[in-house]
T-cell receptor, first 115, second 112 residues
Framework: DAGVIQSPRHEVTEMGQEVTLRCKPI?????LFWYRQTMMRGLELLIY????????DSGMPEDRFSAKMPNASFSTLKIQPSEPRDSAVYFC?????????????FGPGTRLTVL | GENVEQHPSTLSVQEGDSAVIKCTYS??????FPWYKQELGKGPQLIID?????GEKKDQRIAVTLNKTAKHFSLHITETQPEDSAVYFC???????????FGAGTRLTVKP
């Protein structure tokens, strides 16, 4: 299994530009999570999906952030317009929720720099 | 919501010594407590987890303990090696909610 795949691995953009981060979860997993990691705030859950349906987006910082999961094998996190304070590493994770089993597998992350 | 606190933020040990990282959680309904290791430039990787019906779990040099009454859990690494150097995160969740909250992380350095 290739694990969780994220693209791009690095993104440098200018303030005001639209940024789209992509994630392919592990095949067969039914839950997907987007996290943001910064030195100041650590690892923060932004949003998660169960069976492609957004369950909790309370961690999304502002309306500039949006996430979609059109099917079980693909999700996007979009920032529009981007700002320098959005610079962080964004992780996608997936899990197979069955009963009480809840192990999350993380992707390698996308390092976003907004100039 | 759940709040997880982790201590210490940095830890430096000599190779061969033991390392202990401690976490506390706030929501008594939390029942799943994983530990993740994050190496430079990589995503967190699960190294061990414990569920609320167990007080201790061991996997080779790594062990976790859970005290539900006090709402704290700990990671113990014995016979540390330089390759154990990384950032370690604890987390807590209520599995029915699928919502996991992470501690702030501990940067462990094992000096050869």
């Amino acid at each position: 299994d290739a694990g969780v795949i994220q693209s791009p691995r690095h993104e440098v953009t200018e303030m005001g530009q639209e940024v789209t981060l992509r994630c392919k979860p592990i095949s067969g997993h039914n839950s997907l999570f987007w996290y943001r990691q910064t030195m100041m705030r650590g690892l923060e859950l932004l949003i998660y999906f169960n069976n492609n349906v957004p369950i909790d987006d309370s961690g999304m910082p502002e309306d500039r952030f949006s996430a979609k999961m059109p099917n079980a094998s693909f999700s996007t996190l979009k920032i529009q317009p981007s700002e320098p304070r959005d610079s962080a590493v964004y992780f996608c994770a997936s899990s197979f929720k069955r009963g009480t089993y809840n192990e999350q597998f993380f992707g390698p992350g996308t390092r976003l720099t907004v100039l | 919501g759940e709040n997880v606190e982790q201590h210490p933020s940095t830890l430096s040990v000599q190779e061969g010594d033991s390392a202990v990282i401690k976490c506390t959680y706030s929501d008594s309904a939390s029942n799943y407590f994983p530990w993740y290791k994050q190496e430079l430039g990589k995503g967190p990787q699960l190294i061990i987890d414990i569920r609320s019906n167990v007080g201790e779990k061991k996997d080779q040099r790594i062990a976790v303990t859970l005290n539900k009454t006090a709402k704290h859990f700990s990671l113990h690494i014995t016979e540390t090696q330089p390759e154990d150097s990384a950032v370690y995160f604890c987390a807590a969740s209520i599995t029915r909610d699928n919502d996991m909250r992470f501690g702030a992380g501990t940067r462990l350095t094992v000096k050869p």
